[in-house]
Each structure stands twice: as C-alpha cells, then as structure tokens.
C-alpha cells in the first residue's frame, strides 16, 4: 500500500482521503485553512473560517449522485450529515402525480441528502477524523513539489511536497485536491515540466445569493424546478439542512442593469417579482447582505499533452482537474466520482510504474467524469447566450440540435412521467443527455411533446418588468 499526500481538504481532497485510506494506503490531507469544523451547524455556517474556498457560504445543493455514493462508498458520513440535521430531498414526492404518474419504487433514486456547504463539509470531516490511516493536517499549505528526476525527457516523477513552513513530505503519490484555483499548474512548470494543457473562459455568470430558515423546520413547497430560467435571470432554490435553503439570483455578469442585485432591498424585490418562487423568501434571512460571486471560470486541465504526461507522481482530482459555472450543482458530485475513480484505479494499476498510472488516470478521466464536464459546458454556453441576447431584446436560436433537443426535454417532461424521470436523471447526475435519449423512441416523443418549447407559457417577467423592479 501506498504513502499518499492529498493537497487541500475540500469536498474532493477529504472524500479522495477517505476512500484511499479506507483501501489500506497512508494518507495525509494537508489543508490551507487551519480552522478545524465547528460542533454545531450554526457554528459552521456562522463561524468555520474556510477561506480557501471562495464559495463556501454560496448556495449549494448536493445532488441525488452525491447520495448515491456517500450511500455506497462512505455511509459513516450520511450518519454524520443526518447529525447535523442534513435533509433527504426527493422531488417525486413532492410533485403533482399528473407530472410523476405517481411515486414509483425506483424513484427513491432521486433523493438527495443535502445540506449548506459547511454543514457537509463537516461531516466530511467529521468522519474523516474516525478513518484510521489518515491524517488530516489544517493550516498547512503546499508550496511546492518534490522530484527525483525525470521518467522520460521533461516528465519529473514528483515523490512529494514542501510546506509553506519549509517542511518536506515523501509520499508515492500527490493526489492534487487544491480546488479550481489550484497552484499545480505552476507547481509543475517549476519543476521543469511542460505546462498542463489548459482551457479557461470566465463563465460569464454572476451569483446573488442569500439563505433562509423557516420557523418550524419546513422546506417551502416546490412550485418549479430548482434552477429556473427566468428571461434574463435565472434562479436557484436550493432546500437545505435544519430547514434552511438558499437562494440566488443567476445574471450575466455584463449585465450592468442588475448589478443593483447586491442591494438586499434590490435583491427581495426582484425576488418578490418572481411568481413560482417568490413564497421561498417569507422567512428568517440568515445574513443581512446579499453573498455575491463573479468570475468564475470554467476550467479543464490536461495532464497528457501530446500523448505524453506532463509529470508522474502526481494526479488532479475533481475542481483542481475541471470546473465550470455551478448552477447545475454538479460540482461535489462530480468530484466526488472522480475521487471514486482513483480509488478504483490504485486497486489495479501500480504506483511502481508511474508513467503507466499517469496515463491511464488520464483516460479513465476522460471516460468516467469528462462526459460530466462537456455537457455542464454546454448547457452553461447556451444559457449565457440566451441571457445576453434576451438583454438585447433578441430571439435565441443557435440552431443547435443539442440545445433543441435538451429544451424540448424540459419542456417534455412536465408532460411525460417517462420524459419526467429521464430529464431528472440529468438533474440528479447520474446521466449525460445522451445516454437518457439514446433508448428507441425517446427522441421521436421529446420532439412530439416538446418540439415548441418556445411556445410554452412563460412566468418570467419581461426585461422592461424586470429592469422596472430592479430600479425600484
Ligand atoms: C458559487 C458556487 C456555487 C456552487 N454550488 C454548488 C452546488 O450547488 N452543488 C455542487 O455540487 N457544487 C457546487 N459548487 C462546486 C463545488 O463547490 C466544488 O465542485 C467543490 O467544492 C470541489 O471540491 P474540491 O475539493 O475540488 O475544491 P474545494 O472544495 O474548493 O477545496 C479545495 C481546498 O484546497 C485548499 N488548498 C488550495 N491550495 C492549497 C495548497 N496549496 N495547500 C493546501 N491546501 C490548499 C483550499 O483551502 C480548499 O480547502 C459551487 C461552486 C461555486 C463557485
């Protein structure tokens, strides 16, 4: 079995932690951030200082995926998310039979136990603490890697890490979990490698987030999806642990208009103006600002350039490898399944012929989580596109059969119980929009129910409502 360092101790760096120490290696997490998880929830939600991850107090929603692993990979840490008051949400329990046909056994797939970041990340911790053969170090960061030279001309072999405080730590392989800002890129270049290739746009979104709580504990009634498409807005009405949930408001960042969106009053009158969520705002705020985020980048790494890796020794695992705009809140999933992967991989690849294992991480990426990736890039492209040409007063229509199809999807599946499960499968990632239209006839039926997406009644307000609430 192996020494491994895990740099960062995110959703991906302890979850990576856990399985490779739960599989016999030796493993050591070193985390930036030196605060330890707070016992209560409000302590983490109020208190836990995590500033190496920019998004910890946005909005967050772990999808049914998510679930579906801690359930089958790590259920210590369910018992630990339940503790903490984490909620089982499952929509085909709450919406009309007409939209579900009604409750099926099987759609106890699409529960998903979620929970406001911190409250999650705690319990990661928490179980983390118990794992025996990990060590979880905080307020250690890398600086840098270690190498004893190159396997092949300009591939260094990394054998470890040095701290910011100078200390040097061995270890048969770096597993990379320092988040979409990770400094590997740098790292790597520092130790003569050829830099990773890299594909990096600013999504174009801007986030205005804040949570709730409600007086008894309840959750408020779903009256649409959790992310909804609202003209040139979009929202997010994510349900949370301890009958709390959070809420955004999605815009383009080149929408100057809104920017008035980080004023709360702004803020609570736009969401008023909103008919099918307005009633998730009749509650306890639980900040008194609006939380926003900008620039957040879709990001994709490739550690294989030119057929070749870039370095051995060392492998990215979830944002570090790939990240995109979060309204899909897809990313601890996916993550999550990438670490699941590696884990995997170690079982029956060796570290004793680092080439081999860089490579075939590469492919086993690019088969397993990639998919994941590619389509959360497009939905995010198109929406973007859509927004800007809706603030220009334009009609969308890229004429692209892909963004066709998953509209008419949507569209589709308030109509088709079949089309209602197949669309949340994408929802609750444990599908790509290929694989739920691949079977015979799915396509033929999204075309017949929902070919006029366009069409559909719509309860967003017009730009002019919109910019006439957001000025007030
Ligand atoms: C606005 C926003 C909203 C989101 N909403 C959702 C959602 O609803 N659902 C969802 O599934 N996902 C969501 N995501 C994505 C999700 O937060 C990430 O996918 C997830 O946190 C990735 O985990 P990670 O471990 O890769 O990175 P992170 O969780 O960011 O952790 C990286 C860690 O590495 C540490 N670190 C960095 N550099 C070093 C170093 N040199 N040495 C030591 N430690 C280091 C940092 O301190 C940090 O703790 C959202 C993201 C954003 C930006």
Same mark, same amino acid.
């Given at each position: 079995m192996a020494r491994i360092v895990v740099i960062g101790g995110g959703v991906g760096g302890l979850t990576s932690g856990m399985l490779l120490a739960r599989d016999g290696h030796d493993v050591t997490v070193l985390e930036r951030d030196a605060a330890s998880p707070p016992d209560t929830p409000d302590d983490a939600w109020n208190?836990?200082?995590?500033?190496?991850?920019?998004?910890?107090r946005m909005v967050h929603f772990f999808a049914p995926r998510f679930r579906a692993l801690l359930e089958s990979e790590l259920p210590d840490v369910v018992v630990e998310a339940e503790a903490l008051g984490a909620l089982r949400y499952n929509p085909m329990r709450l919406v009309p039979d007409e939209m579900s046909g009604g409750y099926r056994?099987? @759609? %106890?797939?699409?529960v998903a136990l979620t929970a406001r970041r911190p409250v999650m990340e705690a319990a990661l911790a928490r179980a983390c603490a118990r794992t025996p053969g990990l060590d979880v170090r905080r307020g250690v960061a890398v600086s840098a890697l270690l190498s004893d030279?190159?396997?092949?001309?300009g591939v260094p072999n990394v054998v470890g890490v040095r701290t910011d405080a100078g200390d040097e730590l061995h270890a048969d392989l770096v597993v990379d979990a320092?988040?979409?800002?990770?400094s590997l890129p740098a790292m790597l270049t520092a130790l003569g490698a050829r830099a990773p290739e890299e594909e990096l746009e600013d999504s174009g979104f801007m986030y205005y987030g804040r949570h709730f709580r409600s007086v008894d504990g309840s959750i408020p009634p779903l009256m649409c999806g959790l992310l909804m498409p609202w003209g040139t807005v979009s929202t997010s009405t994510l349900p949370g642990d301890n009958g709390t949930w959070g809420l955004a408001i999605i815009t383009s960042a080149? @929408? %100057?208009?809104?920017?008035?969106?980080?004023?709360v009053d702004t803020w609570m009158r736009t969401w008023r103006a909103l008919p099918l969520v307005?009633?998730?705002?009749d509650a306890e705020p639980l900040d008194d600002e609006v939380a926003i985020m900008a620039k957040i980048e879709d990001r994709h790494r490739s550690f294989v350039v030119d057929g070749l890796?870039?370095?051995?020794g060392v492998l990215a695992v979830a944002d570090s490898w790939a990240c995109t705009n979060p309204s899909l809140g897809r990313g601890a999933a996916i993550g999550f399944m990438h670490a699941v992967e590696l884990r995997d991989l170690l079982r029956v690849a060796s570290i004793d012929f680092p080439m081999e294992l860089a490579q075939r991480w590469h492919e086993v990426t690019e088969a397993t989580v990639e998919p994941y990736y590619r389509a959360t890039l497009d939905f995010d492209r198109h929406r973007l596109a859509e927004i800007d040409a809706g603030i220009e007063g334009k009609m969308y229509d890229p004429g692209d059969p892909q963004w066709e199809i998953g509209q008419a999807l949507t569209a589709a599946a308030a109509k088709d119980p079949d089309l209602f499960r197949a669309w949340l499968k994408i929802i609750a990632v444990f599908a790509c929009p290929d694989e739920v239209l691949a079977p015979p006839g799915v396509v033929q039926k999204v075309v017949e129910l929902?070919?006029?997406?366009?069409?559909e009644p719509s309860f967003a307000p017009t730009r002019e409502e919109l910019l006439a609430v957001v000025g007030g």
């Open positions: 208190s836990w200082d995590r500033r190496g991850v920019n998004q910890f056994d099987t @759609d %106890a797939e699409f030279g190159d396997v092949a001309s320092a988040g979409r800002r990770s080149k @929408d %100057a208009a809104l920017r008035a969106l980080r004023d307005a009633h998730w705002v890796p870039v370095a051995t929902g070919a006029n997406w366009r069409d």
